[in-house]
């Protein structure tokens, strides 16, 4: 739990446990408090690393700045170097796996193992258009919530659990969507991430890399989520049946069983 600068502005971050290091990164709306629940298991053998990326959570905000995927990535060189950390292994969900992509790509011998949830090799006109209608409803909670939040979960998980949705939608209208300056953020990060595009880059990549996919993601559809793991070389892929684009809320279990398996297991494979 604490801060380091980067070009005049701070990166907050959090590190957990000891053992081979795991770094975590935020979806768009995300920052390290998202993760609580998964702290304990995720850092039990691992050194469990956290941080909000720029315009989230504790991390400085940009206002008034343009900025692209680029700059986060920096932000997680930045880190690992305070750390000392020469190589890691990185696990995204969505804006974060893109991000974690956008690094493996800049910086590959940094990078050990990757399990990317939730990502695809650019930002389709779809998804483009999804994040610019988000950002159009910035100024209305309610509105904002109803945009953004039902198609980021499965249509059977958002049915079956009405209480947690509840408790979820009035925390999230009364304590964030409220917030000018979350919001303005949050608008920021939309855009930052608009023109994301390394379909000419994953070659390369050279970490071992499991592509997670989820049957019922409307943000990154399997189908894009397939190219991805086409593009990388050796990639390995997962689909999760009946599950949205939130799989660490979904599937909490098999979330933190794949991330914990892929980077801590030393098979290699038939020889």
Known sequence: MAFFEMDGKQVYYEVHGEGKPIVLLNGIMMSTLSWQMFVGPLSANNQLILM????QGQSSKLDGAEYDQGLQVEAIKNLLDHLGHEKTSLVGVSYGGNTALKFATMYPDMVERMVSFQTMPKASAWLNDIGRSWALSIDDPHNFYHTSIPIIYSPEFYNNNPEWVDVRKYFL????FTNKEFMQAIARLIKSAENFD???????ITAKVLVVAAEQDYLTPVADQRTLKEGIPGAEWVLLPGCGHASMYEKPTLFTSLILGFVNSSFEGLQ
Do not use: A, C, P, V
């Open 52 to 55: 909000d990326f720029f315009d």
């Open 173 to 176: 209208t009364t304590q964030f």
């Open 198 to 204: 390394l379909t000419d880059e994953l070659k390369k």
